[in-house]
């Protein structure tokens, strides 16, 4: 069996335990005009039949208000211990960039990146390796980097579509500490959570205790961890409040009992399936009922440690360590109500969301594999990919953002905005003026401020001015960016426009100055 092409797909949503609302109305609606058809050939009596018919089309046409628009959005997620290495010249492969359809969102969490104290500090100066890589990568595509969070080893980026960035809010980022009486970041997680199209979403990224007979310790540290993880907002102030969670990283659960020979057999021959029961994750998820509000797609994978390093060959060393799925992915949808403490009987279902939401999620993973492509690492990465069907809560960006005239660095430009909803505006708002494909919001090549001395009003629209000795003097495609300092994200964006070559580029020697069509 090929992962990539023949995993199944796992699905989970926030209206219904077996199937979407919408496929659950689409099966009623057939069956009622189904009946109407019966009606229409078979009614003797007129009026007997117009009464039928009248009664099955209201219901057909209450069945179709109950339709639920939605888009989808597709997720890649990528979870890898890295053991100190730099990270390849390309990762391709790991992004599936050439896939289709194309991506959304790419969520990347690592484990055990280089922080020594030198290359740690360095970092905080300036992005790490890991960081330029994927934004080198990702930039050209359209893809900008939302924000990042990093503890030591830990590190999370969360890369979008430029199309998305208005609609991604409320962004926050925190860290728990578990290596060490809690006290040093070599263990624990990062998380990121925001708002994305109205939609409460959080991405935890983890690295939990080491070793075999350290199962029990890992599901307390998780524990903690999504207890001692809070945020900064009314409505999704701790982990668990979020409408979807994605728990992922090297959560380090082994496989129990079986030797060493019968796991490498078991490997050999593609049954992985004789594993799966003495999966620690897995057999701890039958006994901890918070776990089992977590899902996560069958391991039709190799286990991705402990590999010979830039080899597809388990551990030979001495201490002959035995193969684990140590890197995993999980998600979990908010249930309807938690369980409480004094009723373990009532298990938490990650589709029991009331059925009437308004605006539900649809979580469906398409994909769970390996990457065995990669070996600078001891750990084999791990991809996910899911399709997000929800209903978009809004789909207008907070600011229109739009450049006026022409642009050129010979001279200075004007720029409009205007605030179209109430949000969180501050005078400490600032517009940004980026190159096509940048990486992330502080890549700009200058910007200005908002108006300073009051808050606009909705629907005003306001102009501001860029000096020319700030506008590139080469010009090209630009865009602009409206940025909030309370919602830590872009919340406007203008289309793209052509920024004029300078005389002034042509003067000073930076192009070829044309005389007749011809380069001088």
């Known amino acids: 069996m090929d ?10 949503d926030s209206m219904s335990s077996s199937a979407s609302q919408g496929s659950r109305t689409k099966t009623l609606l ?7 058809l019966t009606c229409v050939e078979d ?24 339709f639920i628009p939605t888009d989808t959005f597709r997720l890649h997620m990528v979870t890898w211990n890295v053991a100190t290495a730099e990270p390849p010249e390309d990762v391709t492969s790991l992004l599936q960039l050439d896939v289709q359809p194309t991506t959304d969102l790419y969520v990347i969490g690592l484990q055990e990146v280089n922080a020594t104290p ?8 300036a992005e790490d390796s890991w960081s330029h890589v994927f934004m080198d990568t990702l930039a050209p595509r359209g893809f900008v980097k939302v924000t990042s969070v990093r503890m030591q080893g830990l590190l999370l980026l969360v890369f979008a579509k430029q199309i998305h960035l208005p609609f991604i809010r409320n962004i926050q980022t925190t860290y728990t500490r578990t290596g060490i009486f809690g006290y040093w970041g070599n263990k624990g997680g990062v998380s990121v959570r925001f708002s994305f199209y109205g939609h409460m979403v959080c991405f935890l990224n983890c690295h939990l205790a080491a070793h075999m007979n350290y199962s029990l310790e890992r599901v307390d540290e998780f524990e903690y961890i999504l207890e001692a993880q809070d945020f900064d907002l009314y409505d999704t102030p701790q982990i668990r409040d979020h409408k979807v969670v994605f728990w992922f990283g090297d959560l380090n659960f082994r496989i129990a009992d079986h030797g060493l020979h019968f796991l490498r057999s078991s490997i050999n021959s593609g049954r992985l399936n004789l594993l799966w029961n003495k999966d620690q994750l897995i057999m701890m998820k039958k006994k901890e009922p918070f776990l089992q509000e977590f899902e996560e797609g069958p391991l039709d994978f190799k286990p991705t440690y402990k590999f010979d390093r830039n080899s597809d060959t388990y551990d030979t060393s001495g201490k002959k360590r035995k193969p684990a799925w140590t890197d995993r992915i999980l998600w979990r949808i908010k249930p309807k109500t938690l369980p409480s403490d004094d009723d373990e009987e009532e298990k938490a279902s990650t589709s029991t969301v009331d059925g009437q939401d308004e605006f539900p999620i649809l979580v469906t993973q398409d994909k769970y594999t390996s990457d065995m492509s990669y070996g600078i690492s001891d750990h084999k990465p791990v991809i996910a990919t899911f399709s997000l069907d929800l209903r978009k809560c809004f789909d207008t960006p907070p600011v229109h953002v739009s450049p006026v005239g022409v642009w050129s660095a010979d001279q200075d430009a004007l720029l409009t905005y205007t605030v179209q909803e109430d949000f969180m505006s501050s005078t400490w ?5 980026y190159k096509v494909g940048f990486k992330s919001a502080a890549d700009y090549e200058t910007f200005v401020w908002v108006r300073e001395d009051d808050l606009p009003e909705i629907s005003e629209v306001i102009q501001r001015s860029v000096e020319k ?8 495609q630009y865009v602009l960016g409206y940025y909030s300092t309370n919602m830590q994200s872009i919340t406007g964006l203008s289309a793209s426009f052509q920024i004029l070559e300078s005389k002034r580029a042509v003067m000073e020697g930076l192009v070829p100055e044309d005389i007749n069509g011809f380069n001088k």
């Open 30 to 36: 057939r069956q009622r005009l189904s009946q109407l």
């Open 43 to 66: 009614m003797s009596s007129d009026d007997e039949a117009s009464e039928e018919v009248s009664r099955t089309l209201d219901e057909a046409f209450q069945l179709c208000g109950r």
């Open 3 to 12: 992962p990539l092409t023949d995993s199944p797909r796992v699905r989970s």
């Open 429 to 433: 708002d600032w517009i940004g003026l």
């Open 118 to 125: 030198v290359k740690f500090i360095s970092d905080l100066i």
């Open 469 to 476: 000795d700030k506008i590139p003097l080469l010009g090209g």
